[in-house]
């Protein structure tokens, strides 16, 4: 059984996840109305994401007899001031999200939950690939610029990203 202070915890951590969600998603309109079909792909593959790590929480809360709680959403923003500030968005994004993830790991170690551990161990990794996938666009984008024909390859590259990837 979860204890109330980790359920708590973990239904927090759900909302960040479908709070992520929103965000990606709403990126995702940016794209498309600003002509980047691929990275509006690209966006929408990470709103997916993010909805499948909101449920692995609910499912473990639930798998330990625990409540899933949904919380409010709040309105993400809808502009950014390039492809290159948005994708700079998503890594301080998804390094604030890696640190909520240690925060809770460090709770379980203090409560010796050891199967919460084991899920958070996974999150851990998924982190280190967000942040690092996150970190190489903006590192392209720096390279060629915001505009011309760069930026055209580059947002096709981004539109052939795979579920789940
Ligand atoms: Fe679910 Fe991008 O962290």
Same mark, same amino acid.
């Given at each position: 059984?979860? !204890?109330?202070?980790?359920?708590?915890?973990?239904?927090?951590?759900?909302?960040? $996840? +479908? *709070?992520?969600?929103?965000?990606? /998603?709403?990126?995702?309109?940016?794209?498309?109305?600003?002509?980047?079909?691929g990275s509006?792909?690209w966006?929408?593959?990470?709103?997916?994401?993010?909805?499948?790590?909101?449920?692995?929480?609910?499912?473990?809360?639930?798998?330990?007899?625990?409540?899933?709680?949904?919380?409010?959403?709040?309105?993400?923003?809808?502009?950014?001031? !390039?492809l290159l500030?948005m994708f700079q968005?998503v890594l301080?994004?998804?390094? $604030? +999200? *890696?640190?909520?993830?240690?925060? /809770?790991?460090?709770?379980?170690?203090?409560?010796?939950?050891?199967?919460?551990?084991?899920?958070?161990?996974?999150?851990?990794?998924?982190?280190?690939?967000?942040?690092k996938s996150a970190a190489e666009i903006i590192e392209q984008l720096k390279l060629i610029?915001?505009?011309?024909?760069?930026?055209?390859?580059l947002d096709?590259h981004l539109?052939?990203r795979?579920?789940?990837?």
């Amino acid at each position: 059984m979860l !204890s109330k202070k980790m359920q708590d915890a973990l239904n927090q951590q759900i909302n960040a $996840e +479908v *709070s992520s969600a929103y965000l990606y /998603l709403s990126m995702s309109a940016y794209c498309a109305a600003g002509n980047r079909p691929g990275s509006a792909h690209w966006m929408r593959v990470q709103w997916q994401e993010e909805l499948s790590h909101a449920m692995k929480l609910f499912d473990y809360i639930n798998d330990r007899g625990g409540r899933a709680v949904l919380k409010a959403v709040a309105q993400p923003p809808t502009d950014f001031k !390039s492809l290159l500030d948005m994708f700079q968005q998503v890594l301080g994004h998804e390094r $604030e +999200v *890696s640190a909520m993830i240690h925060r /809770l790991y460090e709770a379980a170690v203090k409560e010796t939950d050891y199967p919460t551990q084991i899920v958070l161990q996974w999150f851990i990794t998924e982190q280190v690939e967000e942040e690092k996938s996150a970190a190489e666009i903006i590192e392209q984008l720096k390279l060629i610029g915001d505009q011309g024909a760069a930026v055209i390859m580059l947002d096709r590259h981004l539109g052939m990203r795979g579920a789940g990837k």
